[in-house]
């Protein structure tokens, strides 16, 4: 049954007792009832790989996933502290790479569940999960609040992907507390100064879908340079606003006095890779000590191509495409 996809809307003890012990590959449970009906035939789902919930959940999660179990989408609704911590604390014990995306989905506030018994419960749930090795968890957010990324501070998180800039801007200080984050994926729009504080652990930065100004992209790669290490930094397809987009005398000076620190970086150890560039990109990268470049497209090699020869520290470029 690895290639079929439930969906279960309204399920029933009976309903879930037909899927015991077989081989399904992916299930979507519409409901919070499916869920609780389901779940002490979860473990029996030895092939089970993507699970989808919706609904309400509160409470500790009580779910025990299948270790074949390599996603858990968490489409619509909301959740405790309390459940989500137990879920990921679940995860964290399957030791092997596991994604755990948060659509549109909620994390009730504080006040909601504040009584003595919750809280206690509530800061045993935190001290097990700080305890826990979460280098292994793959965590997508799409639209996130300050109560859940609260529950991500000082953790051991290894892969965090933000699907919007204001979850960006909500994550920007527990960032820094994500000693063991490696990858960080960002999508959206991203103006000013780039304020996010990063880990020292982080080795690749990965900007997805959006646009971004110079000022910002110039100011994040003065950062990457700041770690010290070897980090790589992808631009997908990602676009830098042209100059004329922002072009105000404040912002002309921030610019040019980022541009001068740019220049003083080394930037040996930085690993960029572009799939679409365009010339106002590539303009930034002029009389860096960039080391290593990796242009997807024939596209970009052509828009580089007269700054390719500032680049006088660069010791390796790869190219894609037909030259």
């Known amino acids: 049954?690895?290639?079929?996809?439930?969906?279960?809307?309204?399920?029933?003890?009976?309903?879930?007792?037909?899927?015991?012990?077989?081989?399904?590959?992916?299930?979507?449970?519409?409901?919070?009832?499916?869920?609780?009906?389901?779940?002490?035939?979860?473990?029996?789902?030895?092939?089970?790989?993507?699970?989808?919930?919706?609904g309400t959940f509160m409470g500790r999660c009580d779910l025990q996933m299948p270790s074949s179990l390599n996603c858990i989408s968490l489409q619509t609704g909301e959740c405790t502290s309390k459940w989500l911590c137990s879920?990921?604390?679940?995860?964290?014990?399957?030791?092997?790479?596991?994604?755990?995306?948060?659509w549109n989905f909620e994390?009730?506030?504080?006040e909601e569940d504040c009584d003595a018994d919750s809280n206690i419960h509530e800061c045993d749930l935190r001290s097990k999960l700080l305890a826990c090795d979460m280098s292994n968890i793959e965590i997508l957010v799409d639209s996130g609040s300050n109560e859940l990324f609260e529950i991500f501070r000082d953790t051991s998180i290894g892969i965090l992907a933000l699907r919007t800039a204001d979850s960006v801007s909500q994550i920007s200080d527990i960032l820094k507390t994500l000693i063991k984050l490696k990858k960080l994926y960002l999508w959206r729009t991203f103006?000013?100064?780039?304020?996010?504080?990063?880990?020292?652990?982080?080795?690749?930065?990965?900007?997805?879908?959006?646009?971004?100004?110079?000022?910002?992209?110039?100011?994040l790669l003065i950062k990457l340079c700041a770690l010290g290490h070897r980090v790589k930094c992808e631009l997908f397809n990602f676009v830098v606003q042209s100059r004329g987009e922002d072009c105000g005398a404040d912002s002309n000076i921030h610019v040019s006095d980022l541009r001068y620190k740019l220049l003083e970086?080394?930037?040996?150890?930085?690993?960029?890779?572009?799939?679409?560039?365009?010339?106002?990109?590539?303009?930034?990268?002029?009389?860096?000590?960039?080391?290593?470049?990796?242009?997807?497209?024939?596209?970009?090699?052509?828009?580089?191509?007269?700054?390719?020869?500032?680049?006088?520290?660069?010791?390796?470029l790869y190219l894609w495409g037909p030259l």
């Open 191 to 219: 103006l000013s100064r780039c304020d996010l504080e990063l880990p020292a652990s982080l080795n690749c930065i990965s900007l997805q879908t959006g646009e971004c100004s110079s000022e910002w992209l110039c100011s």
């Open 87 to 102: 879920l990921l604390i679940n995860l964290s014990a399957l030791g092997h790479l596991v994604k755990c995306e948060l």
């Open 107 to 110: 994390l009730q506030s504080h």
């Open 265 to 316: 970086c080394d930037m040996s150890n930085i690993d960029i890779l572009v799939v679409h560039g365009s010339k106002e990109l590539f303009e930034i990268f002029r009389d860096t000590s960039v080391g290593i470049l990796a242009l997807r497209t024939a596209d970009s090699v052509s828009q580089i191509s007269d700054i390719l020869k500032t680049l006088i520290k660069l010791k390796k």
């Open 1 to 54: 049954m690895s290639n079929i996809e439930i969906l279960v809307d309204s399920g029933s003890n009976e309903l879930f007792e037909i899927f015991r012990d077989t081989s399904i590959r992916i299930l979507d449970l519409r409901t919070a009832d499916c869920v609780s009906l389901t779940s002490d035939i979860f473990p029996t789902l030895i092939k089970l790989e993507t699970l989808y919930l919706r």
